[in-house]
């Protein structure tokens, strides 16, 4: 043994003892300080017979916690996560039960709620010691990177040539290019602000009509969202009901992309794909949903959770921490309703936890998965962290509680990057977004009825009282009772419905909502309706819900203009003659080709519904119940951001605009494939004789939930 190993031999041994030392004081400490936790035998010991049995139970929980702890973690990767990490305490405690237990002449004894108290204690106090000692000692450092990840060591960088750089894909979920902007200069964010500082490129894009996750990370991360007309959608040839976030949705949207476009996606090659709805093609995959929808050992989903609680320190710190966020947001909530803040929106129930997971155990688990991928060495890595999307849904997309996470979004992001400095190859790091959020009070906290009211109420069917006294239901009542008495000449009725669900009729709509996106499909007509059949069918619908003030237009097809948009004031536009400049001229560029897109798509709705958009505010009327919301056109949740290192190329030339998710998708694909060749398999759908061509400037030219994954509302994420 040479001596650098000798030398790295002493200190581990040196930091073994000193954290030994460390937890021994700390179980004297907390034994003077706590009445049911003993160290003595009951006639009582001297200090050196005290010190020697903490000595002893420090020892026998550390190697209970190397040893053991792993074996529960696997053993119980079936328990649902937020479960698990209320469990981490009890089976800390228990194990500190056992160490006790081993103490000769039973001088140990804790009652058990004692004891998890004194084994979180010791858990931290034991991680910090030893990261603490290891600070200065990268080779220490990056040894507990590896236990913490689960990752297997690879070979000394110095014994090889330097490889290519790998590429690691941060998503910050929902954070819009604006609020990033505003974030740095409000010293929010140090790391990002940082790297503007250093030549990093702030590039904008424009999402398609549906901006939000679904349709962005597929087009993202497999190169195709067509067909993909919102957050969630009605499709008739198969009656199914189809919702971006769940699994069996998820995993059909996948099939489809990867079918149209002829390639696996865009980390089909030594990739690993962390926290995303899709999996890119990655073969490593943690928190994925469409790896989550399987049974069995194909599912490799959980084995993330199994990377990072298997450190025993690690786990109390996050079980911390998700308590500590739900304290917070109870707090925050009760701040907001005390202090009548408008608009505001109900945020009790499970919503507390459902906010600790995104917030707390996917940020930590997702952030582990990327440090041990980089340390791997792995050529790309896209992770999503959905923290800020979380909390701007219920909080608005600015304010206090979304600048605290921003804050921590950059500590994660600095993290990173810090580790990547000990990776076996350079990475090149590459923020971005899949879209922003724009804020607004909900559409019914406006107008006092749900868009399902106004499209009840449009065709004449029965709605609660509650909707009838509110001025838009008692409107679209009048209108729809008049033109049916007009066009059927029979009677509408008008019975005192109560707000149940009613049951549905085959001339019933169903009403979906994506964000302030509304979709109005009629299951019983197999095809697309028309407007002249809607028309004939529901004479006042689409007068109604044109003319609301809520409503920002409307599409629909037409037997005589192929289709139309329809807005307030009798506005109707030939689809195929639209412009930036007409009736979508509020929504900014680009809204006439995302609209005449979206119309091409075999399961549009025959309905498509935006709401109003005020551009002095930047306000929108969620369908749903959202303060902050995306999911169609309107102000800043269109425009998500492309933060890239100087050493790429500019992902568009220069004044031109970067559009659509696909668009990502390609330029994401031409960075893996610079610096080393083809990094990602150039399928049929990027055959290089049809690549785009590159300027010199970089630029393309133009020519049932499983146990594993976090229960959550069907929000529009």
């Not at 550390?62 to 074996?71: C, E, K, N, Q």
């Not at 014994?159 to 590429?167: L, N, R």
């Not at 999402?207 to 597929?218: F, V, Y």
């Not at 921490?321 to 608009?343: D, G, H, I, Y």
Request: charged share 25%.
């Amino acid at each position: 043994m040479g001596y650098g190993r000798w030398r790295g031999a002493g200190r581990a041994a040196v930091r073994v003892v000193s954290v030994w030392a460390v937890s021994t004081a700390t179980l004297l400490v907390l034994a003077a300080l706590l009445p049911d936790f003993q160290l003595q035998s009951p006639d009582g010991d001297s200090l050196t017979r005290t010190a020697l049995t903490a000595a002893w139970a420090a020892g026998a929980f550390g190697l209970l916690t190397a040893l053991v702890w792993p074996l529960v973690v696997r053993a119980l990767l079936l328990v649902p996560a937020l479960v698990l990490g209320l469990l981490v305490f009890f089976l800390n405690g228990s194990l500190l039960l056992v160490a006790l237990w081993l103490i000769p002449d039973g001088r140990g004894a804790a009652d058990p709620e004692t004891a998890v108290v004194v084994a979180a204690v010791m858990s931290a106090v034991a991680s910090a010691s030893s990261t603490a000692l290891a600070v200065r000692d990268d080779d220490a450092y990056r040894r507990r990177l590896y236990r913490l990840t689960g990752r297997t060591r690879p070979r000394d960088p110095r014994s090889v040539p330097v490889p290519a750089p790998g590429t690691v894909f941060l998503q910050l979920d929902g954070v819009g290019h604006e609020v990033l902007r505003r974030a740095v200069d409000d010293g929010l964010m140090p790391t990002v602000a940082g790297w503007l500082e250093a030549g990093y490129r702030l590039t904008p894009w424009r999402t398609d009509w549906s901006s939000q996750t679904g349709a962005s990370q597929l087009g993202i991360l497999h190169g195709s969202n067509e067909d993909v007309p919102a957050f969630r959608w009605y499709e008739k040839d198969t009656g199914r009901l189809m919702v971006s976030n769940r699994p069996a949705s998820a995993v059909e949207l996948q099939r489809r992309a990867v079918r149209r476009t002829g390639d696996g996606g865009l980390l089909s090659l030594d990739g690993a794909s962390r926290g995303n709805l899709f999996s890119g093609g990655a073969d490593e995959v943690a928190l994925v949903l469409t790896v989550a929808a399987r049974r069995g050992r194909r599912n490799r989903s959980r084995a993330g959770y199994f990377a990072y609680f298997s450190d025993p320190a690690n786990a109390v710190r996050t079980a911390g921490s998700l308590v500590n966020e739900v304290v917070r947001e109870v707090a925050q909530s009760t701040r907001a309703r005390l202090r009548r803040e408008t608009p505001r929106i109900r945020r009790g129930g499970t919503y507390p936890f459902v906010r600790a997971f995104a917030t707390v155990v996917e940020r930590d688990v997702v952030v582990a998965a990327v440090l041990g991928d980089m340390l791997a060495g792995r050529t790309a890595v896209y992770a999503d962290l959905v923290a800020y999307d979380e909390v701007a849904h219920h909080s608005g997309p600015r304010g206090r509680d979304t600048d605290q996470v921003l804050r921590r979004l950059d500590r994660a992001v600095g993290l990173i990057a810090r580790v990547a400095e000990h990776a076996p190859r350079p990475y090149r790091i590459v923020l971005l977004s899949d879209h922003g959020q724009s804020p607004g009070e909900t559409f019914e906290g406006a107008y006092g009825l749900t868009l399902k009211d106004l499209v009840r109420a449009g065709c004449g069917l029965p709605v609660s009282r509650r909707v009838g006294r509110t001025r838009s239901g008692a409107e679209a009542r009048d209108a729809a009772r008049d033109a049916l008495r007009s066009a059927l000449h029979r009677p509408v009725e008008t019975g005192e419905e109560t707000e149940r669900e009613l049951p549905a009729r085959p001339s019933e709509p169903v009403v979906l909502a994506s964000g302030n996106l509304g979709l109005v499909s009629f299951p019983d007509v197999p095809h697309r309706m028309t407007r002249e059949e809607i028309d004939r069918r529901h004479p006042a619908l689409l007068r109604a819900l044109a003319q609301h003030p809520g409503i920002g237009f409307l599409l629909v097809a037409s037997e005589a203009h192929g289709s139309v948009v329809l807005a307030g004031d009798g506005v109707e536009v030939p689809v195929a003659e639209l412009a930036d400049d007409g009736p979508l001229a509020v929504f900014g560029r680009g809204a006439a080709d995302a609209v005449r897109r979206t119309d091409g798509f075999p399961h549009v709705a025959d309905v498509m519904v935006n709401s109003m958009y005020d551009p002095a505010t930047g306000t929108v009327h969620a369908f749903e119940e959202q303060i902050g919301s995306h999911g169609g056109l309107g102000g800043e949740q269109a425009h998500p951001f492309l933060l890239s290192p100087p050493e790429l190329s500019p992902p568009v030339g220069e004044g031109e605009e970067l559009v659509g998710a696909e668009r990502v998708h390609r330029v994401l694909r031409r960075w893996l494939r610079e610096d080393d060749g083809p990094q990602v398999p150039l399928g049929p759908s990027a055959d290089p004789a049809d690549a785009p061509e590159i300027s010199p400037s970089g630029a393309e030219t133009e020519s049932v939930l499983p146990v594993e994954w976090p229960v959550r509302p069907d929000k529009n994420h």
